[in-house]
């Protein structure tokens, strides 16, 4: 029997295996609180601060349980990275080899019919046809991840994958050597099984019935990232439909109805292509989000006019539906979107809130749930088994009651092992003066103004966290003007390449400048001097003008809560230690967080979230920046 604290300690066979392993404070005890939650069938929430090495700690009892564990993940590129690199070391390190295996959701696996199927008049398309279609006499296993030459966001992936909505099942003549069937078997037979989050959920609300079938067998979930996991199941618990997805419908049945020489069929399909253009005409022209309850009366019919088409065209298809296997499941999808539809128009009886978002080229009609913890402790107690989530970004201070009621798991066990970086030494926490209130609408210009003296500090790379996208392009602007601020280095901006490309490209400089928002808040690693500061614009509360806050907010209230202090505030909390915690992500790394609005320093409420970064120091003089800096570079 394998001792936790001898395998995490300074005989570990990690050191064998992996150059420079040092035992880290907290890793052991870590593994033993899985272990132990595992062998109790308990549930367990855990924060694990940067450095501990949360993947190992879970990973070597899991692996040791003898148990069928399934670990999820918040991305597939962390699920593939677990699976192809940490999974097999850590097997051969305890010389216990299991069966293990790595499961998708089917839109990420070649399905065979529709590729041969596929085709094309765009140049760029049918170069990407001929790729897959070269790829798909080679593959075992049809992960479109294997392909590498061909973009993520390619149009040619949605016309060779398929989803719950146009999979034939085992009407598909090429069933038999389905890519998405075979990784379930062999998922199904697995003692280990590694998952994204969007697999799990979609499994909880039984959305996919061929993997609604594997989850109960397995005796314990551990969920990696677990900080995803209340917003992301408010999408999957709610409703959402698409003009895109509808367009795509209404194409693919005319590719079935045209050869079947059926024009009413025909003529009503029209009407429905109709009704999804009047519904974007009449749509509010600016991008974002708007609650139904108070949008014009013109858009309300034209979302119950393309209800009523899709009803209609499932009364004239219905006749039919058996003479063509495609036809048949066609005609499922379309029931299954106007019950989608009339759901979200009953929005008047809807507990939750029913909205429109909306994009440049695309709209969607959403119902979503304001509180997703009660569903989600009904699914995970029926369950029965153990519950593990883990994140570096769950607790505020040592509170974690915050993330635990939104799981609906107030009563789980919980734990927290800090960060064993010496934050206290290596980073610090700078606030600046003569920056105006967030509010003030030259804000973003004087923050760029009275940080740019800052780049002369640092030799090393630069982060600017914006909280918005407007923000972003706002300092976009602002450094086109600026060019001599960044003679010598790099400036990258989100938006202007994929978001791994621009990350490896900013490691490679060393000194680059890099301008994100959204995504680069959380989940990118920068070790070494190629990251030495992060610049943040404001402290990242949600818009309280968002109609799906507004409706959180008044949620809370009618429950007898403060929507501020019980969800806005601590949301905000932990996604700035979200965006703290890219500054330092190995041992030796040091840099400086800067926090430029100023409500860290004139709200009471600031506090709060300089206490979420403790250790770290906080200054608002310059000159102990300039310090601090030429220390570590003497060091």
């Given at each position: 029997?394998?001792n936790l604290?001898?395998?995490f300690?300074?005989s570990?066979p990690?050191?064998a295996m992996?150059g420079g392993?040092q035992p880290?404070?907290?890793?052991a005890?870590?593994?033993?609180?899985v272990?132990?939650?595992?062998?109790?069938?308990q549930n367990?929430?855990?924060?694990a601060?940067t450095g501990?090495?949360?993947t190992?700690a879970y990973?070597?009892?899991?692996?040791?349980?003898g148990q069928?564990?399934?670990?999820s993940?918040g991305t597939?590129?962390l699920?593939?990275?677990?699976?192809h690199?940490d999974l097999?070391?850590?097997?051969k390190?305890?010389?216990r080899?299991?069966?293990?295996?790595?499961?998708?959701g089917?839109s990420?696996?070649?399905c065979?019919?529709?590729a041969k199927?596929?085709?094309?008049?765009?140049?760029?398309?049918?170069?990407?046809?001929?790729?897959?279609n070269?790829?798909?006499h080679?593959?075992i296993?049809?992960d479109?991840s294997?392909?590498?030459?061909?973009?993520e966001t390619?149009?040619v992936?949605p016309?060779v994958t398929?989803t719950?909505?146009?999979?034939l099942g085992?009407?598909c003549?090429?069933?038999n050597?389905c890519?998405?069937?075979?990784a379930?078997?062999?998922?199904?037979?697995s003692?280990l099984?590694v998952i994204?989050h969007?697999l799990?959920?979609?499994?909880?609300?039984i959305?996919?019935?061929g993997?609604?079938k594997?989850?109960?067998?397995a005796?314990?979930?551990?969920?990696?990232?677990?900080?995803?996991?209340p917003?992301?199941?408010?999408?999957?618990?709610?409703?959402?439909?698409g003009n895109i997805?509808?367009e795509?419908l209404?194409?693919?049945?005319?590719?079935?109805?045209?050869?079947m020489?059926?024009?009413v069929?025909?003529?009503?399909?029209d009407k429905l292509k109709k009704s999804i253009?009047?519904?974007m005409i009449?749509a509010?022209?600016r991008?974002g989000r708007?609650?139904?309850?108070n949008?014009?009366?013109e858009?309300i019919?034209?979302?119950?006019?393309l209800?009523?088409n899709?009803?209609?065209?499932?009364?004239?298809?219905?006749?039919?539906?058996?003479m063509?296997d495609?036809?048949?499941?066609?005609y499922?999808?379309?029931e299954l979107y106007?019950h989608r539809?009339s759901?979200?128009l009953?929005?008047?009886?809807?507990d939750?809130l029913?909205w429109l978002?909306i994009?440049?080229r695309s709209?969607?009609?959403?119902?979503?749930?304001l509180?997703?913890?009660?569903?989600?402790?009904?699914?995970i107690?029926?369950?029965?088994?153990?519950?593990i989530?883990t994140?570096?970004?769950?607790?505020?201070g040592?509170?974690?009651s915050y993330?635990?009621?939104r799981?609906?798991?107030f009563d789980?066990?919980?734990c927290?092992?800090?960060?064993p970086?010496?934050?206290?030494?290596?980073a610090?926490?700078?606030?600046p003066s003569n920056i105006p209130?967030?509010?003030?609408?030259?804000f973003?210009?004087i923050m760029?103004e009275?940080?740019?003296?800052?780049l002369?500090l640092?030799?090393?790379g630069?982060f600017y966290?914006?909280?918005?996208h407007?923000a972003l392009?706002q300092?976009?602007?602002?450094f086109?003007?600026k060019?001599?601020?960044?003679?010598?280095?790099t400036?990258?901006?989100?938006?202007d390449s994929?978001?791994d490309?621009?990350?490896?490209?900013f490691?490679?400089h060393g000194n680059?400048?890099?301008?994100g928002t959204g995504s680069?808040?959380?989940?990118?690693?920068?070790?070494?001097?190629a990251l030495?500061m992060?610049i943040?614009?404001?402290?990242?509360?949600?818009s309280?003008?968002?109609?799906?806050?507004?409706?959180r907010?008044e949620?809370?209230k009618?429950?007898g809560g403060?929507g501020?202090?019980?969800?806005?505030?601590?949301?905000?909390v932990l996604?700035?230690?979200?965006?703290?915690?890219?500054?330092?992500?190995?041992?030796?790394?040091?840099?400086?967080?800067?926090?430029?609005?100023?409500?860290?320093?004139n709200k009471?409420?600031g506090?709060?979230?300089?206490e979420?970064?403790f250790?770290m120091q906080?200054t608002e003089l310059l000159?102990?920046v300039?310090?601090?800096?030429?220390s570590?570079?003497s060091?």
């Open positions: 029997m394998i604290e001898d395998f300690g300074s570990s990690l050191k992996l392993y880290r404070q907290g890793q005890k870590m593994a033993e609180e272990a132990y939650a595992i062998k109790e069938n367990l929430v855990i924060e601060g501990i090495g949360k190992f990973l070597v009892p899991a692996l040791l349980s069928k564990i399934i670990i993940t597939k590129t699920q593939d990275q677990l699976y690199r097999p070391l850590i097997s390190a305890i010389g080899p299991l069966s293990t295996a790595l499961l998708k089917r990420n696996y070649l065979l019919n529709r199927l596929a085709t094309s008049n765009d140049k760029y398309i049918a170069r990407d046809l001929k790729l897959v070269q790829w798909l080679q593959t296993v049809g479109r294997e392909l590498i030459d061909i973009s390619s149009s992936w016309m398929s719950i909505d146009n999979c085992r009407k003549p090429e069933y050597d890519h998405v069937v075979k379930r078997k062999n998922a199904q037979e003692d099984v994204n969007h799990l959920l979609a499994d909880l609300t959305k996919d019935e993997f609604a594997f989850l109960p067998s005796q314990a979930m551990i969920l990696d990232e677990a900080h995803q996991i917003d992301l199941a408010a999408q999957f618990f709610g409703i959402s439909i997805e509808i795509r209404c194409n693919e049945l005319l590719v079935i109805i045209i050869p020489n059926q024009p069929v025909l003529k009503q399909i253009n009047k519904l009449s509010p022209k991008e708007y609650e139904l309850i949008i014009n009366k858009v019919n034209s979302i119950k006019a209800s009523e899709l009803r209609l065209l499932a009364h004239v298809i219905s006749p039919i539906a058996e063509h495609s036809l048949e499941k066609k499922e999808i379309i106007f539809l759901s979200i009953d929005f008047e009886l809807s939750g029913c978002d994009k440049s709209l969607r009609l959403n119902l979503t749930p509180d997703v913890g009660k569903k989600l402790r009904t699914l107690t029926q369950s029965d088994k153990a519950w989530f994140s570096a970004t769950l607790a505020i040592d509170d974690f993330f635990k009621d799981i609906g798991l789980a066990m919980d927290s092992f800090p960060s970086y010496a934050l206290s030494e290596n610090l926490i700078y606030l209130e967030p509010s003030d609408t030259n973003t210009e760029l009275e940080t740019s003296p800052l002369k640092v030799s090393g630069v966290l914006f909280t918005s407007h392009n300092a976009r602007n602002w086109a003007s060019q001599t601020l960044i003679e010598g280095r400036l990258l901006i989100q938006g994929p978001r490309e621009m990350l490896k490209e490691r490679s680059a400048i890099l301008l680069f808040w959380e989940g990118v690693d920068v070790r070494g001097e030495n992060v943040i614009d404001k402290l990242p509360f949600k309280p003008a968002d109609p799906l806050m507004m409706a907010l949620y809370i009618k429950n403060n501020f202090i019980d969800h806005q505030l601590p949301t905000a996604a700035l230690k979200q965006g703290v915690g890219r500054l330092l992500r190995d041992q030796k790394d040091f840099g400086v967080v800067v926090l430029c609005d100023p409500r860290v320093k009471n409420y506090k709060t979230f300089l979420g970064l250790p906080a000159n102990k300039k310090e601090f800096l030429e570590h570079k060091a």
